[in-house]
């Protein structure tokens, strides 16, 4: 008996036993000429090979998993128009299933899950239609000439786990399309295997007839928004008992697959205000909805809560907790375990050790988490700031607290991504990002947000396979993380990977549709490259009302505007932009310069220059503060060279004329110093340009020209790059 990997496709036959006892002998002879003209040939011309035939299907194995999507998509084409003349009640359709998974091969048979998740995907495909898995379809997007329509995650019959499904579209125009019907993606499930070959694919192909076509529908999923619990204490500074009580149900559902979880901006907009439930139901699009109350008088809480099918108005349960402060956690997982009961939903092994876990018994600890979330939140420099405060008091307090680690990692590498270099250095920043992402995972594993936050910084630094794969790992252990789907997104879009960025936006709005500005920027800036320019526009005006402050927001706003064809718009976004960042030092928005420079991992240069492009159109100058010079005083070549190596310039900076100093040694080695920053460099001459390579900038070279300045004396120059504007001197 052996194991392997290996692709597995699965069908059967709809009304086979009806069809037979009505036509036996002309059902039987259809069907032989159907395997004979078609299936047969289409298995030979993709390379597979028959393992068994059935009565009513066959197994099949393939070498490639494109091949035996291919065979798939050929056969049900071919079948469309075979026997034209048969009434559509005799008719013999295939129905297909497609699984890459585990099998056991006995005496050249096959069993096992990776045999019976196909069975289950042909159960859900339409008469003449194909459904894949997901492990299937990471393999095979992009490589066939077919569509997708992602169904979500689903339970199959005697699976312990849920498995992603996709529906195949034939149309060969909708080819490398993926329809987000129910706008969860979930992840790649990445399988490692000690053989040395390609892994084998087994279809099992079952021909599929039918007296009728079926809708085969996935079943709706179940949809849960956990209200605001309210304080009765009659004290304010109270809140954050049951801000965190609301704060831990969200979360912990959100790790469950079979639930979608409205994410806490959300749901927040409606603490303290009165609630009509039916239109809070509709407003945030879901079925069932949770509402509580805490009252604690001393050392004593008192927890009131009900689940309310909106479907119905019932209340489908309800219960009231009534023990001591010290036991709040172990309340929290008694309510927690009521009411994922309640919802009917039924956690898979991994997911209920996931859900067993404390996230901290220090009650201040939480509260110093809860204001960090808060701040961050905002989006504005001081609110980040404030963030990172408030995390490093948590994790002082319990330095257990795997959650305040991750999302103080969170925060850093939105600050780092961001190059806000007067919040926090490049380097510092990237550091800290590490290596509180690495605390969290050696504390909580099973924890979605450093996966999603090192995806993000292995994009950034052009990691693009391992970037996907550890996004798509924060999807796979929080599915209602809006956080870790945002993450995907701004991942997959700057892989170019469009429509699946689209895919995971979407599933952050719909989980979240109260995104934090931040959040929100990158949703965005997938409609924007993806040309979808009602959609950016729309998104981009919400985060520009959102953090009104935010000079960078403004600036993503214009591009939109711009690719819209709305010019006045997008000159007057950018021009309030710059007016927001006037008399600063902060040099990211202000020129096109510092956007290449910045968003230089797009894996696509094509989607770059979309956005240099509109921000050019918009009005945003080449360097900062709107610096031009005329070229006849450009300083090029061996003169650039004798000017740079060797010498220390002293001068000012724009704006306000601060002192600066930069120190070159012959070697290039440099050192950079204002009275608000200090950094160290490597400079070398590219073309007539002088380039700065720093830990700042992702470590990218930062490149300008130098020019000398009209002053008479013939020894005063401009150096200009993405992040300065340096009048000086040099020393003889």
């Not at 071919?78 to 585990?102: E, T």
């Not at 509260?367 to 980040?384: C, P, V």
């Not at 900038?697 to 005063?716: A, H």
Request: aromatic letters at 8%; proline letters at 4%; charged letters at 25%.
């Amino acid at each position: 008996m052996e194991r392997r990997l290996t692709a597995i496709l699965a069908a059967d036959v709809v009304g086979y036993s009806s069809l037979m006892g009505n036509e036996e002998v002309g059902t039987l002879e259809r069907l032989k000429i159907c395997r004979s003209a078609l299936f047969d040939p289409a298995v030979a011309e993709f390379h597979g090979r028959i393992i068994k035939l059935m009565g009513d299907g066959a197994l099949v194995e393939f070498a490639s998993v494109v091949d035996a999507v291919q065979c798939a998509a050929a056969i049900q084409r071919r079948m469309a128009g075979h026997d034209p003349d048969v009434p559509d009640a005799q008719k013999i359709r295939f129905r297909i299933g497609v699984n890459l998974g585990d099998v056991i091969v006995e005496d050249d048979d096959l069993y096992g899950d990776g045999v019976n998740v196909a069975a289950r995907l042909e159960a859900m495909a339409e008469p003449g239609g194909i459904c894949i898995s997901g492990t299937a379809f990471d393999h095979v997007f992009h490589k066939a000439d077919v569509g997708f329509t992602n169904l979500g995650e689903q339970r199959l019959k005697n699976i312990p786990d849920p498995v992603r499904v996709y529906r195949v579209h034939l149309d060969a125009g909708k080819a490398g399309e993926v329809a987000a019907r129910f706008r969860r993606p979930r992840a790649r499930t990445m399988v490692l295997s000690g053989i040395g070959i390609a892994a084998l694919l087994i279809v099992l192909a079952a021909l599929a007839w039918q007296f009728e076509w079926r809708n085969l529908a996935a079943p709706q999923r179940t949809s849960v928004a956990i209200l605001p619990f309210a304080n009765l204490s009659g004290d304010p500074k109270e809140d954050y008992v049951s801000d965190g009580i609301t704060e831990d149900l969200i979360t912990d559902l959100a790790k469950l697959s079979g639930v979608d979880v409205i994410a806490r901006d959300s749901v927040f907009a409606y603490k303290g205000k009165p609630v009509v439930l039916a239109d809070a139901a509709r407003a945030l699009n879901v079925r069932y909805l949770v509402e509580g109350s805490v009252r604690q008088v001393g050392e004593q809480l008192r927890i009131n809560v009900q689940l309310v099918d909106m479907a119905s108005g019932k209340n489908v349960w309800a219960d009231r907790f009534d023990r001591s402060a010290a036991d709040l956690f172990a309340i929290q997982d008694d309510l927690r375990r009521e009411l994922v009961s309640a919802l009917g939903i039924e956690p898979s092994a991994t997911e209920a050790k996931r859900l067993s876990r404390v996230p901290t018994e220090n009650l201040e600890a939480y509260d110093n988490f809860l204001r960090g979330e808060q701040a961050a939140r905002s989006g504005k420099r001081d609110g980040l700031q404030q963030a990172l405060a408030f995390y490093d008091k948590a994790e002082a307090l319990d330095p257990a607290f795997a959650e305040a680690f991750a999302f103080d990692a969170r925060t850093t590498v939105n600050i780092w991504r961001a190059s806000f270099n007067d919040i926090m250095q490049s380097a510092l920043a990237r550091k800290r990002a590490y290596e509180k992402a690495s605390i969290a995972l050696k504390l909580d594993p099973d924890l979605s947000s450093p996966y999603a936050i090192l995806g993000i910084m292995q994009v950034v630094d052009r990691r693009y396979e391992e970037a996907i794969e550890s996004a798509e790992r924060a999807t796979a252990l929080g599915p209602g993380d809006a956080a870790a789907q945002i993450a995907l997104g701004y991942v997959q879009l700057f892989a170019s990977n469009h429509a699946e960025a689209s895919v995971a936006v979407e599933t952050a709005l719909r989980l979240d549709p109260d995104l934090s500005a931040i959040d929100r920027e990158i949703a965005g800036l997938v409609f924007l490259v993806k040309d979808d320019t009602a959609r950016a526009v729309e998104t981009l005006e919400r985060v520009r009302d959102d953090a009104p402050e935010v000079s960078e927001f403004r600036i993503v706003l214009a591009a939109a505007y711009a690719r819209a064809n709305r010019l006045a718009e997008a000159r007057a976004a950018a021009a309030e932009g710059l007016q927001l960042l006037s008399g600063s030092e902060t040099f990211n928005e202000r020129s096109l310069a510092a956007w290449r420079i910045g968003y230089a991992h797009f894996r696509n240069p094509e989607d770059l220059r979309l956005i240099i492009d509109a921000l050019s159109q918009a009005g945003l100058p080449e360097w900062p503060f709107g610096f031009t010079a005329d070229e006849k005083d450009r300083v090029k070549g061996a003169a650039l060279a004798s000017l740079v190596f060797g010498h220390t310039w002293q001068g000012q900076l724009e704006p306000g004329g601060q002192p600066a100093i930069l120190q070159i040694a012959k070697d290039g080695s440099a050192g950079f110093r204002s009275m608000t920053r200090m950094y160290t460099a490597k400079l070398h001459v590219d073309h007539d340009f002088l380039c700065e390579q720093s830990e700042n900038m992702f470590g990218r070279p930062d490149c300008g020209p130098v020019y000398i300045r009209g002053d008479g004396t013939g020894k005063s120059y401009t150096y200009i790059n993405s992040g300065k504007v340096f009048h000086f001197t040099a020393d003889e």
